[in-house]
């Protein structure tokens, strides 16, 4: 298994990015995917997740702006992020595991390599 985010920049708020995440190893169908956060200072947090079938889940601090995405002809899976602001700054990771999907970090197995988000007040 084996997943690579990408994406990341700076930004001013209020603007927006995509991130990616190129995936492979692993059949679409049976994990979860995740996108986590982690601040400066802070615990690594779990943001957006969406299961095998589609069923997607949004932490309540990027509700309504980020949206998560797959694209499984590509094994892609995107972050689109909107409305972003300063407290958005954080390195950004991708995660996946087999079985539902949850925004526990200690959940998942397999992980990205972070990209890191940077939104300018």
């Known amino acids: 298994v084996q997943l690579q985010a990408y994406g990341g920049g700076l930004v001013q708020a209020g603007g927006s990015l995509r991130l990616s995440c190129a995936a492979s190893g692993f059949t679409f169908d049976d994990y979860a995917i995740g996108w986590f956060r982690q601040a400066p200072g802070k615990e690594r947090e779990g943001i957006s997740c969406?299961?095998?079938?589609?069923?997607?889940y949004y932490a309540d601090s990027v509700q309504g702006r980020f949206t998560m995405s797959s694209d499984n002809a590509k094994r892609m899976v995107y972050l689109q992020m909107n409305s972003l602001k300063p407290e958005d700054t954080a390195v950004y990771y991708c995660?996946?595991?087999?079985?539902?999907?949850?925004?526990?970090?200690?959940?998942?197995?397999?992980w990205g390599q972070g990209t890191l988000v940077t939104v300018s007040s």
């Open positions: 995660a996946t595991r087999s079985g539902d999907i949850t925004t526990e970090t200690s959940g998942y197995g397999y």
């Open positions: 969406v299961s095998g079938i589609g069923d997607t």
